[in-house]
């Protein structure tokens, strides 16, 4: 019995060795799409926005060489550079701000058995099926001072929602909150649900009040969510472009330009200079690898502690 033991083991060893090879070829061939994928739309033009960073590359002119670094100096120095970084920043807040306090305010309201969940819940995920372009063009009509619905009261008042830079900044921001709203309650109420309802069932019997059992029992335990959706917040608003490049244009007065819509402009509206371009491009993508790993250790040490 042991001779016959010991025969088959070696050829076991080799039939599950090529179980497993073929498992993994398996999973290869099934991960080959996504590589092709990741390769050709990211990989590549990521390579390339780094060659166009280190060349003399006019839009029409082509690659004229390497002049690394001459381009970034140059980016620096572009007259819209730190207004664009210091407007970004603040719109940032503004939005990051607003939209994970009313998805949670949101999340909550819906997370409640009622007659009416189901229809708010819907209702505030509507918006989100909508395209940012397709609802900055459809606010932009709304605001319209010729063609919109309140025209003729924005006339009688003597105000217009796109007119001034503070207006116009807190109009884009109305559009992304109706936007984007529905989609942070739905990421929070998918974190309210992961908490065990009998840890609030022990904080009802303690007497803990509801505004007790939501700063120390709901905000500790949705603290993964909430980290997941203010890096998701913050890098969406700082690579802002269609909102304001549909609505404002970066007016009035130059006053509404993101950083991204600096890029576009230096690449093909004057400058038409795809190397400074690349260079301001590989500038935000340092900052944003930066912020998003300040986030996720802040986070992470919060979510241990």
């Known amino acids: ?24 070829r398996t999973g290869w061939l099934f991960a080959l799409p996504t590589a092709v994928f990741v390769i050709l739309l990211f ?20 690659n004229q060489g390497v002049n690394f670094p001459e381009n970034f100096p140059k980016a620096i120095d572009n007259r819209f550079f730190l207004d664009s970084v210091v407007f970004t920043l603040k719109y940032t807040v503004i939005a990051t701000v607003l939209l994970i306090g009313l998805g949670l305010g949101l999340a909550l309201l819906v997370q409640e058995s009622s007659r009416w969940k189901g229809f708010l819940r819907t209702a505030f995920l509507i918006p989100s099926a909508l395209g940012l372009a397709s609802a900055s063009l459809l606010f932009y009509v709304l605001y319209s001072p010729i063609a919109g619905p309140f025209a003729d009261l924005t006339k009688t008042m003597g105000f217009t929602f796109l007119g001034t830079p503070d207006a116009a900044l807190w109009s884009t921001v109305f559009l992304i909150v109706w936007r984007f709203a529905g989609f942070y309650m739905l990421l929070m109420l998918v974190g309210l649900q992961g908490i065990p309802e ?10 803990a009040s509801r505004w007790q059992t939501f700063r120390d029992i709901t905000v500790p335990l949705l603290k993964p969510t909430l980290a997941l959706t203010t ?6 608003s700082l690579l802002a472009f269609e909102q304001f490049y549909i609505l404002t244009k970066g007016g009035p007065d130059n006053s509404t330009i993101t950083v991204v819509q600096l890029i576009y402009n230096v690449a093909f509206q004057g400058p038409n200079n795809l190397g400074v371009a690349g ?8 900052a944003l690898i930066v912020i998003n790993i300040v986030q996720i250790r802040a986070f992470s040490k919060k979510v241990e502690d």
Not at 279 to 286: D, E, K, N, P, Q
């Open 1 to 24: 019995m042991s001779t016959t033991l010991a025969r088959r083991g070696p050829t076991d060893s080799v039939g599950a060795r090529k179980r497993r090879a073929a498992q993994a």
């Open 43 to 62: 990989l590549v033009p990521l390579g390339l926005v780094f060659q166009m960073a280190g060349s003399d590359w006019p839009l029409l002119g082509g």
């Open 198 to 207: 009998e840890v609030y069932e022990a904080a009802r019997i303690d007497g």
């Open 231 to 236: 890096v998701m917040c913050v890098t969406g």
């Open 279 to 286: 260079a301001l491009s590989v500038i935000v993508l340092a």
